[in-house]
């Protein structure tokens, strides 16, 4: 078990991108953290970008999807690490673009589950123990699909337009209490999940590193202040005329 007096993480989708560029800013400012995806291997590539020993760095596979995921994953993070001061819920998951009349109900629960149910069932019971500590973090990362809904995503739009309502409306429930509640809407992000496509140009596009810059500005905003949204766009379109 952590410490008492480490500080703790949780990264969910912390296999690769974003996920594992907020992993290893977290380790750098001392933070302990469970590290949450599907594939092993990729955690372990994120683990030893963090640098952090086992003991600070608890792997979890797990696949949000799954509607018991979200509690096993808590769980075994506090029992690893025996508190929670920074919840990212960066997992996220779409199909390909395709038409409402022709996505298929699996994919459908699926986009749900992961980009918006597991998000809120985690940031429960984050905020549970964190009201318990008088303080805590939690960081939803949306997309500004959210915001220009995107012909061939209106499911994935939709669940990124819930996480944050909300961010918003639990920050108004749990300001009180210590705790900040906070989304970042990011533009295009030069990741995995993007496709290459000749329209794209990589160059301009956001980095992972970017966004998890935007997660420590969040994890260190002085205690009287919470930035709860964050906006990062590439400065130039990244998409060719």
Not at 4 to 33: N, Y
Not at 48 to 53: E, F, H, M, N, V
Not at 184 to 197: C, H, K, M, S
Request: glycine residues 6%.
């Amino acid at each position: 078990m952590t410490s008492s007096g480490s500080k703790a993480a949780i990264v969910t989708g912390a296999g690769r991108g974003i996920g594992r560029a907020a992993a290893v800013a977290l380790a750098r400012e001392g933070f302990s953290v469970c590290l949450a995806a599907r594939t092993r291997e990729e955690l372990e590539e994120t683990r030893r970008a963090t640098g952090l020993p086992p003991q600070r760095s608890l792997i979890v596979l797990i696949d949000l999807a799954d509607e018991d995921a979200p509690k096993a994953l808590f769980e075994a993070a506090m029992e690893h690490h025996g508190r929670l001061d920074v919840l990212v819920n960066n997992a996220g998951w779409a199909p390909a673009r395709t038409a409402l009349p022709r996505l298929r109900e699996d994919d459908l629960d699926q986009v749900l589950a992961v980009n918006l149910r597991a998000p809120i069932a985690l940031a429960r019971m984050a905020a549970i123990q964190m009201t318990r500590q008088g303080r805590g973090t939690i960081v939803n990362i949306a997309s500004s699909a959210a915001r220009i809904a995107p012909q061939g995503e209106a499911v994935y739009a939709a669940a990124k337009a819930g996480l944050l309502a909300f961010t918003r409306a639990a920050f108004a429930d749990l300001r009180q209490s210590g705790i900040k509640v906070a989304a970042i809407v990011p533009g295009l992000v030069d990741t995995a999940l993007i496709p290459e496509n000749k329209r794209l140009n990589r160059d301009a596009m956001l980095r992972a590193e970017d966004v998890a810059s935007a997660v420590m500005q969040i994890v260190n905003a002085p205690a009287h202040a919470c930035p709860v949204e964050i906006s990062l766009e590439p400065q130039t379109d990244p998409i060719r005329k």
